[in-house]
């Protein structure tokens, strides 16, 4: 090595400086996921803050139609919101699990189940800095909320045999709500990709002239 260059007085400056924007940087960067994840929070909270339920209180008919093919034991619903789904699951004898960021709508997922005598557990997580446990669950639920990075997560963290069920809105659905973010749509067929390594059991998209979605049953291999 170069004794002079390295102990140069610049190059120390330039060292200094390097590593003074790395830390800025990821600070700022943390700081602003942080930031997204309270905006994102508080909108849904705001949503949320109404004795009404504003998904509904029934399941959707793609898990109330299968719920008979899902392998018995630890449900999570990822994003679970005011727990439509979960305690429909839960009703049938799930371990349910929900996750979601608003603890707006977990309240009245609590209370919804309160009202069927069934008992779910509720974790208030940011999905965007989550780690699902890998291995850990017999059903995965994720329906109406599309984080494209959470699928390989949601594939790993079933157990062999584990059943992931996913329903969202797809391109289609624009012309129904035209403001509605594109990214956040399924492109047709795309469902069909986003779970390797799982074996597809049932896929629709549906049209129903007031909403477009698809939805995917798919198990990992014993
Ligand atoms: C359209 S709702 C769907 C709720 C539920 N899955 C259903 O179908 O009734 C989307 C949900 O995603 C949740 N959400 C949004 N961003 C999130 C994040 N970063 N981490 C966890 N949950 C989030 C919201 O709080 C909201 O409950």
């Known amino acids: 090595m170069n004794r002079r260059a390295s102990s140069s007085p610049y190059l120390f400056f330039l ?24 905006k994102d929070k508080s909108r849904w ?14 399941a ?3 898990v109330q139609n299968h719920v008979d093919l899902l392998p018995k034991g630890h449900a999570l619903d990822i994003a679970m919101g005011e727990g439509r789904n979960g305690v429909f ?3 049938k004898g799930f371990q349910v699990t929900g996750v979601d960021i608003s ?3 977990l309240k009245k997922a609590e209370a919804l189940a309160a009202e069927h005598s069934a ?7 940011d999905l965007e800095a989550y780690a699902i446990p890998p291995n850990t669950y017999d059903v995965i639920i994720c329906t109406y909320y599309l984080q494209r990075d959470l699928f390989p997560k949601i594939a790993a963290a079933l157990k ?3 059943m992931a069920l996913i329903e969202t809105y797809t391109t289609d659905h624009s012309q129904y ?25 049932r896929y629709q998209e549906v049209d129903t002239g007031q909403a477009a979605f698809a939805s995917i049953l798919a198990q990992k291999p014993h």
Do not use: C, H
């Open 89 to 91: 699951l839960a009703t």
């Open 177 to 201: 709500r035209p403001g509605f973010n594109k990214a956040w749509l399924l492109k047709p067929n795309q469902l069909l990709t986003m779970l390797p390594g799982l074996r597809v059991l």
């Open 15 to 38: 060292q200094v400086i390097a590593i003074a924007s790395l830390l800025l940087g990821s600070s700022l960067f943390a700081s602003s996921l942080a930031w997204a994840a309270d």
């Open 103 to 105: 603890s707006e709508g």
């Open 119 to 125: 008992t779910i557990t509720t974790m208030v997580v």
């Open 160 to 162: 062999p045999g584990g």
């Open 60 to 62: 959707i008919p793609f």
């Open 45 to 58: 909270d705001k949503k949320y803050a109404t004795e009404k339920y504003v998904f509904g209180r029934e």
